[in-house]
């Protein structure tokens, strides 16, 4: 059964500083894999997503994450984090079905960042 | 922006009450999908729906739950009486086609409190 590992259940950056968030994904196939970042009261956005080719994936508000089938991860990487972008921070590998892919997310990394 | 709405925000019941969660999915999107977020834990598929009916469900998807598209724009989860352990966020989204290659929208979220 796929899975997805978030090792990281609380990161603080500093304003500035670059940041990693770690995904792990356990899946038997060539996994399709999101990032989804919640705010306060709003719903979950897509940053990005791997789906095939290019192993490094660009998305928005200046994020990127890199496919690594050998290590079985899907980090996502900003090289300077913005007050803003604190939040809370899913990864996702879609699991097909009948139709559409439902969504097998990890338990979600909290980022807090200090002035 | 189109987005996917939900309401309420919060709502709290009593066990062994009947609720029903509301969605307002993106206006030209076809397949819809209900998650949750229990409290400490990850976001968990319960459903997925297309043409009218239920393309796939989870485990925790049981007899307690079911789900409507009772006109053009709404889209509901209903939980029939409910248990203390269905305390949690639910999250409700929304696609255009089927397959990975697109995206699924997720609304706010509505805090569903079972006393």
């Known amino acids: 059964a796929q899975s997805v590992t978030q090792p990281d259940i609380h990161i603080t950056v500093s304003e500035g500083a670059s940041l990693e968030l770690r995904c792990n994904y356990s899946y038997g196939a060539t996994p399709y894999l999101f990032w989804y970042v919640q705010s306060p009261g709003q719903g979950l956005q897509l940053l990005l997503k791997y789906f095939s080719g290019d192993t490094l994936v660009q998305g928005i508000k200046g994020f990127e994450a890199e496919f690594k089938r050998s290590q079985s991860s899907f980090n996502l990487r900003k090289p300077s984090v913005h007050w803003s972008d604190a939040a809370e921070y899913f990864c996702a590998v879609g699991a097909k079905g009948n139709s559409g892919y439902a969504l097998n997310f990890g338990k979600g990394t909290s980022l807090l960042v200090t002035p | 922006e189109p987005e996917v709405t939900q309401t309420p925000s919060h709502q709290v019941t009593q066990m062994g009450q009947e609720v029903i969660l509301r969605c307002v999915p993106i206006?030209?999107?076809?397949?819809f999908y209900w998650y949750r977020q229990i409290l400490g834990q990850k976001v968990e598929f319960l459903v997925s729906?297309?043409?009218?009916?239920?393309?796939?469900k989870s485990e925790i998807f049981d007899d307690q739950f079911s789900v409507e598209r009772p006109d053009g724009s709404n889209f509901t989860l209903k939980i029939r009486s409910t248990k203390l352990e269905d305390s949690a966020m639910y999250f409700c989204?929304?696609?255009?086609?089927?397959?990975?290659?697109?995206?699924?929208?997720f609304g706010p979220g509505t805090r569903l409190t079972v006393l």
């Open positions: 729906f297309y043409n009218n009916e239920i393309s796939e």
């Open positions: 206006s030209n999107h076809l397949y």
């Open positions: 989204a929304s696609k255009w086609v089927a397959g990975v290659a697109d995206t699924q929208y």
